[in-house]
């Protein structure tokens, strides 16, 4: 809406133009004065005059009128902006009002991401330290399970040389046992060549006497003789078989020992990279997601 501005001074000052040329013209016609023309110039003047003063009131009340109405619609028009420019405050504080709690949400957002965040990273040091552990845990149950492997290797290589002895003390017991058997025939010889030396003893004349009881005698240090041999060999063998069963013993708590072991060994080993293990740490590894808030 465009407004007109109110009349100014120049535009009366236009309006009065006519007259002063008017004026001016007069003064030079009195210069030239001429007394015939005195009553012809006062006529003339007079009815100029007047014709000036009545356009100049009409054109003042059309001017105090136009100035009136650009007076009032321009009343209306700062009414109009005094309305729009409240209007307009009561909307910038809306919107002011509106940010400002957009900003609170955002800041506690961002507080609670920040210890959210504080939190993930805790949980993840927390789980970088536990990977470390396991690591650590792995590389020693490892060391661990190949150092049993070698003792096992070397327990089987000792074990092998324990049979190839076991077996070869069998065989010297198989023979000692033969030879045992033997003697124990010798024993039975003697004891009847004793028995028919007394009847040829008896039946014998005096003569022969002296020479059976040499041959007795020989036969009876004969007969001493194989049974001391036969008791020192019995214990030997006696010996021998506890021997055995000792090592036999010893030989089996190894074996137990190193199963033992081993099944621990593996069960670690197991533990270790376990599905539940795993299960835990893929749990706690959704720690490291920041979670997003809304």
Request: aromatic share 4%; net charge positive.
């Amino acid at each position: 809406m465009e407004l007109s501005s109110p009349p100014k001074p120049t535009r009366i000052t236009q309006c009065l133009i006519p007259n002063l040329m008017e004026e001016k013209l007069g003064q030079q016609r009195q210069e030239t004065f001429r007394p015939e023309d005195c009553f012809e110039q006062d006529g003339n003047e007079s009815g100029a005059e007047a014709i000036s003063l009545s356009a100049l009131a009409g054109e003042v009340a059309d001017a105090q009128k136009q100035q009136m109405n650009d007076l009032s619609k321009k009343l209306e028009i700062l009414e109009e902006l005094k309305y729009e420019k409240k209007s307009f405050v009561i909307l910038v504080l809306l919107k002011i009002n509106f940010v400002k709690e957009e900003i609170a949400a955002v800041s506690r957002k961002v507080y609670l991401t920040e210890d959210e965040t504080a939190k993930t990273k805790k949980n993840c040091d927390l789980l970088e330290k536990e990977i470390e552990d396991l690591i650590y845990s792995k590389g020693i149950i490892t060391k661990q399970l190949a150092m049993a492997k070698e003792n096992l290797v070397k327990d089987k290589e000792t074990y092998g040389h324990y049979q190839m002895k076991m077996e070869a003390h069998i065989k010297r017991v198989e023979i000692y046992e033969s030879s045992c058997n033997k003697n124990t025939k010798n024993q039975r010889w003697g004891n009847k060549m004793v028995e028919e030396e007394t009847i040829s003893h008896v039946r014998d004349d005096e003569s022969g006497h002296k020479q059976k009881q040499a041959e007795t005698q020989q036969l009876k240090e004969r007969r001493k003789y194989l049974e001391e041999a036969i008791t020192l060999t019995q214990s030997e063998l006696q010996k021998e078989k506890e021997k055995h069963a000792q090592l036999k013993r010893e030989a089996d708590t190894l074996q137990k020992r190193s199963r033992v072991y081993l099944s621990r060994l593996k069960r670690d080993a197991k533990s270790t990279v376990s599905p539940a293990a795993i299960g835990n740490n893929a749990r706690m590894m959704r720690h490291y997601n920041i979670k997003n808030i809304t």
